[in-house]
């Protein structure tokens, strides 16, 4: 079946440190990825999504391209501050209507 | 927009007792997903809905959890009776439901059963 594999954290990193996150995907037919962030005590937030292979999603400096020969949608940012702290969810959108699968989340600590 | 709203953001009970969490969709949009967030098995989708019809629920853990959606601005995921296991953080979310569409999460309810 479906599944996103994401690698395991934390990552602790000091603050204007470059990002990179990996998260690969195995599906049938031809999905959309995401990247959720959840900050402590909330929801899921969309951090940014593709479409199709060799789309790029990108939002607050945040950056990660549909790559379907490697099945992968690795995220990176040049430099990271404080307050990206979070865990950060790459997910695959399946099925007709757009059911997400979720890897297992991965935990970033930036210090100053 | 509010949002997706969830209702109550706590609830503490004890074992055996019955437990309903509430959500509210954001206006306009037909999908509906529950998803349960534990830190043994991490995001899981319950059951998801398109325009009030339960379309999977595969992802129901047990007769003991049941799902309804009577109209397009609310949804009920009830738990009867509860367990110790059923402890964790459940989610909301909604979506136009089409290919692509960004889901929106509620803030969760924390449910903690002693």
């Known amino acids: 079946g479906d599944s996103v594999t994401q690698m395991e954290g934390p990552v602790t990193l000091s603050e204007e440190a470059f990002l990179t996150i990996n998260c690969t995907y195995t599906a049938t037919g031809y999905p959309s990825l995401f990247w959720y962030v959840q900050y402590p005590g909330e929801g899921l937030q969309l951090l940014l999504k593709?479409?199709?292979?060799?789309d790029k999603g990108s939002n607050k400096g945040f950056e990660a391209t549909y790559r379907k020969e490697t099945t992968s949608f690795h995220l990176e940012k040049g430099s990271v501050q404080v307050s990206d702290s979070a865990v950060y969810f790459c997910?695959?959108?399946?099925?007709?209507?757009?059911?997400?699968?979720f890897g297992a989340g991965t935990r970033l600590a930036v210090h100053p | 927009d509010a949002g997706v709203i969830q209702s109550p953001r706590h609830e503490v009970t004890e074992m055996g007792q019955e437990v309903t969490l509430r959500c509210k969709p954001i206006?306009?949009?037909?999908?509906l997903f529950w998803y349960r967030q534990t830190m043994m098995r991490g995001l899981e989708l319950l059951i998801y809905?398109?325009?009030?019809?339960?379309?999977?629920d595969s992802g129901m853990p047990e007769d003991r959890f049941s799902a309804k959606m009577p109209n397009a601005s609310f949804s009920t995921l009830k738990i009867q009776p509860s367990e110790p296991r059923d402890s964790a953080v459940y989610f909301c979310?909604?979506?136009?439901?089409?290919?692509?569409?960004?889901?929106?999460f509620g803030p969760g309810t924390r449910l903690t059963v002693l």
């Open positions: 997910a695959l959108g399946a099925g007709g209507y757009n059911k997400l699968i």
């Open positions: 593709a479409t199709k292979a060799d």
């Open positions: 206006s306009g949009h037909n999908s």
């Open positions: 809905f398109n325009n009030n019809v339960p379309i999977d």
């Open positions: 979310a909604s979506s136009f439901g089409g290919r692509g569409d960004t889901q929106y």
